[in-house]
């Protein structure tokens, strides 16, 4: 163990590093012109709003409780004039940039119907309309700043320093001059300032702001941690792996701004909806004028009068604002939960997928080998069978060996020391363990060099390498001594996660692995997949086109350089942010960032819930803009019920997509 001091004062935390605003509102194209409502404290984005509402009630007392002989009326019209500056500062600017290029928004036409109502006297009434739509924005506003928010606070939880230990001599240094290979000492209650793999100690990790995980995670010497999160129980020596740049968390924050700035298909519609129907309600509204005029209006003031009230019912503020505001909560919802949509156009494919295709090793296994059955000769115990073989592989870099040795410490077995070993390259290794010639290896080379090899114990190896197994023989003094079967193990979290997938309506689903038909085979059976094995990384590609020009729409989940032409052209490619390789993180639409692969099926749970919210807020914006236009012909609607009418569905269908953030799957679809 490397000589540790004494404790060190719990890390600051860094107060703003990552700044990097995309400005999801103008690329949404909700109301609001594109303002960057979130860059902003939340409570500022309140400003406009609470403004405007204490000029609309101060201008309401003076007008209904002071005699107008007191020149009250005067101030009334001041106090509103205060209202309609608060309410209408933002949507001015954004009108007049788009005015500018002869683009006239959504903000425009709220602006022309609260001028509106001001001529006509009505004042109150365009302040309340002017009330409810600054609201509005200043509810979008608050859903993307706690988008950015939310991911911003996990860079305030990286520490901004680490303690660097060289040559025994621990340093306090600032977290950028890390470089790989570096050794850094953690204890207790501190976050870990870098990503690494865990030298010296034991320790449980907390690493739910990461991963989604609830419970901590155990870390042994060799187990990887991330930046940013806890260490709860032991001190540990961290030899850095990634820069501060570079960590797992970086990369997180840089993947969720770069799903914001990602526009799905509906918000695309949206903001195409917005820009063309504007011109429409213009051209509805004067024709309404006329319309008017010519029939029931007795003169040109109430006829402008009911050509206003169109104009605001008209205008399709909450459908434009219901898309954007569900998808980037749903990304924020996501995250919380450990899973990243790259974009809002992943988000709404994740929703329409129909089948599932997984890599095998990696993906649903753990990916390492471990030791899964062994079996001793007559007279040998469990200790010496393990002791003798982890005494000799642990000169073997080979996977297989450290499986043994791994098998050995778990079961805390003391390794006796080896001498002369020697490795027989293509069979297996030999060494002296006091005094006793020990061999390790394929149990087709040890039948050749023992007398003994028994019969019935070639049967039971050929039975479990039907299940898939690998096999390592054990010799002491040239007799037989037992065998050790190895295998890559399953995620505990595979089988839930399949049968959550089944549940959901996927079907196939298909596992795709490079691996020998045997192993493959006894995967598949465990999780009841079709399978298909001894792939290349062009014959999992060509087996997705296959099934894309079906036509399904496909999901892929890998977490190897080899899966990422697989990830690239499915419908939605998902990759595991613990356990994927630098190229699959990259290539994938999804990341996953626990190996949990439960999160899988909440992705397709959390994408299905939020079309439905979408389509709640479409039919709900549609159905009360339909309704008050109708309205508005067949009788003379007053302007305050058109106003509270337009202006509460937008307010409804923000809080709608808000819900988003409350959401959790059905629990028995995710143990």
């Known amino acids: 163990m490397m000589p540790l001091e004494q404790c060190h004062a719990r890390n600051a935390l860094i107060a703003h590093t990552h700044d ?5 509102a103008a690329n949404a194209g909700c109301c609001g012109g594109g303002h960057d409502h979130h860059a902003e404290p939340s409570w500022r984005a309140f400003i406009n709003p609470a403004g405007c509402f204490v000029g609309l009630l101060i201008g309401l007392l003076l007008d209904n409780f002071f005699p107008p002989e ?90 901004d320093t680490a303690v660097r230990v060289r040559e025994g001599i621990e340093e306090r240094v600032p977290v950028e001059i890390l470089v790989p290979g570096d050794k850094i000492l953690v204890h207790p ?66 993947l969720v701004e770069q799903a914001q700035s990602e526009r799905a298909g509906t918000q695309q519609f949206s903001t195409w909806f917005g820009e063309k129907y504007t011109w429409l309600v213009l051209g509805i509204s004067v024709a309404a004028f006329v319309w008017f005029r010519l029939t029931t209006a007795e003169n040109n003031w109430e006829a402008f009068a009911r050509a206003m009230t169109v104009l605001v019912v008209a205008s399709p503020c909450a459908v434009v604002i219901s898309i954007p505001s569900a998808i980037l909560t749903a990304i924020t919802a996501a995250a919380r939960n450990g899973v990243l949509f790259k974009g809002g156009v992943h988000l709404e494919r994740t929703a329409t997928l129909e089948a599932m295709a997984f890599d095998k090793t990696g993906t649903l296994t753990i990916g390492k ?87 019935e114990t070639k049967t039971a190896i050929d039975a479990a390498r039907q299940r898939g197994q690998t096999v390592l023989a054990v010799s002491c003094d040239d007799q037989f001594a037992g065998w050790i079967a190895v295998a890559d193990t399953l995620r505990e979290s595979a089988l839930p996660a399949v049968n959550a997938l089944r549940e959901l309506g996927l079907k196939p689903l298909l596992m795709l692995s490079g691996d020998n038909a045997l192993v493959a085979a006894h995967l598949a059976k465990q999780l009841d997949l079709e399978f298909q094995a001894n792939l290349q990384p ?38 595991l942010g613990g356990a994927g390789s630098d190229v699959a993180l990259e290539t994938a639409d999804v990341v996953l960032m626990s190996d949990d692969l439960r999160r899988l099926p909440y992705a397709i749970q959390l994408a299905r819930r939020t079309q439905v919210i979408l389509k709640q807020n479409l039919g709900i914006a549609f159905s009360v803009m339909l309704t008050l236009l109708i309205a508005s012909f067949v009788f003379p609607l007053p302007l305050p019920l058109a106003v509270f009418g337009h202006e509460g569905s937008t307010v409804f269908v923000i809080l709608n997509g808000l819900r988003l953030l409350l959401w959790r799957p059905p629990a028995e679809r995710l143990r």
């Open 189 to 254: 209650s501190e976050r870990i300032p870098a990503d690494g793999l865990i030298r010296d100690g034991d320790t449980s990790v907390d690493q739910a702001i990461m991963t989604g995980e609830s419970m901590p995670v155990d870390k042994h010497m060799g187990d990887s941690v991330f930046s940013g999160t806890l260490n709860q129980q032991g001190v540990v020596i961290v030899e850095v792996t990634r820069t501060a740049g570079e960590t797992t968390l970086a990369r997180m924050v840089r």
């Open 538 to 575: 062009q014959d999992k590609l060509a087996i997705l086109q296959g099934l894309l020009n079906q036509p399904k729409r496909i999901g892929m989940i890998g977490d190897g350089t080899n899966d990422a032409p697989a990830l690239a052209t499915a419908t939605v490619g998902f990759s």
């Open 20 to 24: 990097h605003d995309r400005q999801a």
């Open 369 to 455: 080998p471990r030791v899964v059955e062994f079996q001793m000769a007559t007279g040998v115990t469990e200790v010496k069978l393990f002791g003798w073989a982890a005494a000799v592989e642990t000169h073997s870099e080979h996977p297989l060996a450290k499986a043994v040795v791994d098998g050995a410490k778990s079961r805390d077995i003391a390794v006796p020391v080896a001498e002369q070993v020697e490795s027989i390259v293509g069979s297996g290794i030999q060494g002296v363990i006091d005094g006793k010639a020990v061999a390790v290896g394929k149990p087709e080379w040890m039948a050749e060099r023992l007398t003994d090899f028994p019969a």
């Open 70 to 159: 007191r020149a009250s009326h005067g101030w009334a019209i001041t106090a509103y004039v205060v209202s309609y500056v608060f309410g209408g500062r933002e949507a001015l600017l954004s009108a007049g940039q788009d005015l500018l290029r002869f683009r006239p928004n959504i903000d425009f036409l709220m602006l022309v119907a609260a001028i509106g109502s001001a001529a006509l006297g009505e004042w109150w009434e365009g302040a309340v309309l002017l009330f409810l739509f600054s609201l509005s924005h200043a509810l979008e506003g608050f859903i993307l700043g706690r988008t950015r928010r939310a991911i911003g606070a996990l860079m305030d939880l990286a520490p």
